[in-house]
């Protein structure tokens, strides 16, 4: 994992040094611990690294991340699954069309996410990430773990001529048996 982040941190500060500079400062394990603490939750390994990284974007930065998506700050994350967990049973009586395990990572400013999945809902892989539509029932699996996306969008920056570079920055290749389809209804 701290591989795909080094790696990641020296593309991002290379190729997109204006992105970059948008990032916020990373988080020390006592912010972490009090943001778990707060929201009573233990974040998996692999999540807190990635805040230990970075603790997402400014909210003044429009630039996407991945897949024209903007990266979350920890709180704002943890904050945005509690309110959407609350919902469950109420606006969101469909079943699995939110699930408490989710945790939003990246948003396009539209209500969608892509998130991280603790429990491995549909498919058993606990730390997936699942694309979140809020108009849509489509819920796909688009990567068996964060360290494989973070080695995707570091394949886009080796295999992109920076030229080719837009601001939705979206992935079209996936890991062996991914981009899985689910649909709630």
């Given at each position: 994992?701290?591989?795909?982040?080094?790696?990641?941190?020296?593309?991002?500060?290379?190729?997109?040094?204006?992105?970059?500079?948008?990032?916020?400062?990373?988080?020390?394990?006592?912010?972490?611990?009090?943001?778990?603490?707060?929201?009573?939750?233990?974040?998996?390994?692999?999540?807190?690294?990635?805040?230990?990284?970075?603790?997402?974007?400014?909210?003044?930065?429009?630039?996407?991340?991945?897949?024209?998506?903007?990266?979350?700050?920890?709180?704002?994350?943890?904050?945005?699954?509690?309110?959407?967990?609350?919902?469950?049973?109420?606006?969101?009586?469909?079943?699995?069309w939110w699930h408490a395990a989710w945790i939003p990572l990246f948003?396009?400013?539209?209500?969608?996410?892509?998130?991280?999945?603790?429990?491995?809902?549909?498919?058993?892989?606990?730390g997936q990430l699942l694309e979140f539509w809020h108009r849509d029932?489509?819920?796909?699996?688009?990567?068996?773990?964060?360290?494989?996306?973070?080695?995707?969008?570091?394949?886009?920056?080796?295999?992109?001529?920076?030229?080719?570079?837009?601001?939705?920055?979206?992935?079209?290749?996936?890991?062996?048996?991914?981009?899985?389809?689910?649909?709630?209804?």
């Open positions: 994992m701290q591989n795909e982040l080094t790696t990641l941190d020296q593309y991002l500060s290379k190729l997109r040094p204006e992105y970059y500079a948008s990032l916020n400062a990373p988080l020390t394990d006592a912010e972490i611990a009090a943001l778990e603490k707060s929201y009573n939750i233990t974040l998996p390994a692999d999540l807190k690294a990635l805040y230990q990284w970075k603790n997402g974007q400014r909210d003044d930065s429009f630039e996407a991340l991945v897949n024209n998506s903007g990266f979350l700050p920890l709180q704002e994350a943890l904050e945005i699954a509690k309110e959407m967990t609350g919902m469950i049973g109420y606006d969101f009586d469909i079943e699995n948003h396009n400013g539209g209500g969608d996410y892509i998130c991280y999945d603790s429990e491995g809902l549909f498919t058993g892989q606990k029932g489509d819920r796909n699996v688009i990567a068996p773990g964060l360290e494989n996306f973070l080695q995707m969008i570091n394949q886009y920056y080796a295999t992109t001529d920076p030229a080719s570079f837009d601001e939705f920055f979206s992935l079209e290749e996936y890991p062996d048996g991914y981009f899985l389809k689910f649909y709630v209804k």
